[in-house]
Each structure stands twice: as structure tokens, then as C-alpha cells.
């Protein structure tokens, strides 16, 4: 009788420990089921975070994508715009050349050999006063950071310098100046002279600018254009000097600020 009661209290000691092996491992396993969850949780949140993500992206590609097509479709009809003016301007000429006489006009017919391409900016005083006032509205855009103001001095494309000199449309133009006005916020221009030959116009300038963290630049600038008819820009360049004002074109006629 004793052995079967050592027997059994060893037997229930031995079930005990298994007992509590048992409610472990079902601990054990029940922590790992909750992380499996929390983790299966957290892979679903992330996918869903991915959908939205992947969702929000498409819709912003397309927006980009409409945005390109209308800024294409912009600049289709200002080269249609352009195209349409020179073909114009070539009527006109034609016109010009083939004009006959009508009475009481003392306008003939002339060979189209001897016909000149008419000047565009005659030297005269009024073509003097008129690039003078173009000239400083120029460099007022500039200095206020108009962009519509500055824009309306160039044609819808230009040949332009910092475009590794190549004819871009006139935002491009634009959009590069506003680097430069972000790089120097503070912008002062005291104009010197202004010469001109034709369509060609040289504007000679002083400029002090000021930007961040007390930086400031001064010097000498000479912008050169080349303008269309109506006076717009369509090629443009710079020549800057530190110490001295670049001097203007030879044969050019120039017209002094203090004129």
C-alpha cells in the first residue's frame, strides 16, 4: 500500500509539471497567435495605406498629364498665333511690292528688287523717346518682380541666352528670371543709355542687388535684343562688366538717359 501511494503522489507531481508545461506552451502559443494577428492587422493596414498611396498617385499623374496636353495645347496656338502674323506680315510686304498707283495717289508701282524691308525703329526723336519709355518699363518689371509686365516685352518665342541659346517659349523665359529674383529679392537699376540700329536695341545699365544672409552684387549690365515688329523680343543677350558699362554697338544711335 505505501509503494502505490509513493507511486501515485510521484505520478501526480510528474502530472502536475506536465500540467504546467502544457498551460505554458498554450501560452505561449496563444501570444504568438495575438502577434500573428496584430500582424496579419498591420500587413492589412499597410496594404491599404499602399492602395490609397498607389490611388492618390495615378490621380496625380493624370492631373500632371492634362496639365502637359493644355500647356502643349497653349503653346500649339501661340506658334499657330505666330505663324499666322508672319504669314501676314508676308501678305502685307507682297502688297506692298505689288501696289499700283490709284488716282490721286502718288504711289507707283515698283520692281520688287528695289523694295527695302522697312525700318523698324527710324532713327528719330519719337523712336528715341519710345524705346527710352520701353527701356525703363523693362527694367521697372524687373525690379518689382512683375512677371506679366516683363512677360509683355517678349514674343511668344525667344532665342535666349541661359536656354544654351536656343528659342524656347517665353515662360521658359520667364520661369528663369523668377530663379533670379528668388536668388536676389532686393533688385535696384539706374539706366545709363539705350542705343538702337533698326531692330536691334542695346539697353546699358547699372544693377545692385542684395539677397540672403547680407550677400550683394553690383556692376554693369548691357542687354542686347532682337526685336520682331512690334517691338517684342525674339533674341536675347547679356554682356555684364563689374567695374565699367559696356560700351554700345558701333553705328548704333544712342540716346542718353539724361536726354
Same mark, same amino acid.
Given at each position: ?7 501515485? +503522489?510521484?505520478?501526480?507531481?510528474? !502530472? ?5 508545461? !502544457? ?5 505561449? *502559443? /496563444? ?21 490609397? *498611396?498607389?490611388?492618390? *498617385? ?33 501678305? !502685307?510686304?507682297?502688297?506692298? /511690292? ?37 527701356? !525703363?518699363?523693362? *527694367? ?21 541666352? @541661359? +536656354? ?10 520667364? $520661369? ?36 540672403? /544672409? ?5 556692376? @554693369? ?6 526685336? $520682331? ?29 539724361? $536726354?
Amino acid at each position: 500500500m505505501h509503494t502505490e501511494k509513493k507511486a501515485f +503522489a510521484e505520478q501526480t507531481v510528474q !502530472l502536475e509539471k506536465d500540467a504546467e508545461a !502544457l498551460s505554458e506552451t498554450i501560452t505561449l *502559443l /496563444r501570444q504568438k497567435q495575438e502577434e500573428a494577428r496584430k500582424g496579419n492587422q498591420t500587413k492589412l493596414l499597410k496594404e491599404k495605406e499602399n492602395s490609397r *498611396l498607389l490611388e492618390t *498617385l495615378q490621380k496625380k499623374e493624370k492631373a500632371v498629364e492634362q496639365i502637359r496636353q493644355k500647356h502643349n495645347s497653349v503653346l500649339a496656338e501661340q506658334s499657330n498665333a505666330t505663324k499666322r502674323i508672319e504669314a501676314l506680315e508676308k501678305e !502685307l510686304g507682297a502688297i506692298t /511690292r505689288n501696289n499700283i498707283g490709284i488716282p490721286g495717289n502718288s504711289v507707283e508701282r515698283v520692281n520688287s528688287s528695289t523694295v527695302k524691308p522697312p525700318i523698324i525703329n527710324p532713327p528719330c526723336p519719337e523712336t528715341d523717346k519710345s524705346l527710352l519709355q520701353t527701356s !525703363l518699363a523693362y *527694367l521697372r518689371a524687373r525690379k518689382q518682380g512683375t512677371a506679366t509686365a516683363l512677360a509683355d516685352h517678349f514674343a511668344p518665342y525667344c532665342n535666349y541666352q @541661359y +536656354a544654351n541659346n536656343r528659342e524656347v517659349s517665353k515662360e521658359i523665359v520667364i $520661369n528663369d528670371v523668377r530663379k533670379f529674383w528668388n536668388k536676389w529679392p532686393q533688385r535696384n537699376y539706374r539706366l545709363l543709355e539705350v542705343a538702337y540700329k533698326n531692330n536691334h536695341v542695346e539697353i546699358i545699365y547699372i544693377y545692385k542687388y542684395a539677397g540672403q /544672409r547680407g550677400r550683394s552684387l553690383q556692376g @554693369y549690365a548691357k542687354e542686347i535684343w532682337e526685336t $520682331n515688329s512690334i517691338g517684342q523680343i525674339i533674341h536675347w543677350r547679356e554682356e555684364l562688366n563689374s567695374k565699367t558699362p559696356p560700351a554700345a554697338s558701333e553705328g548704333y544711335r544712342i540716346i542718353s538717359k539724361n $536726354n
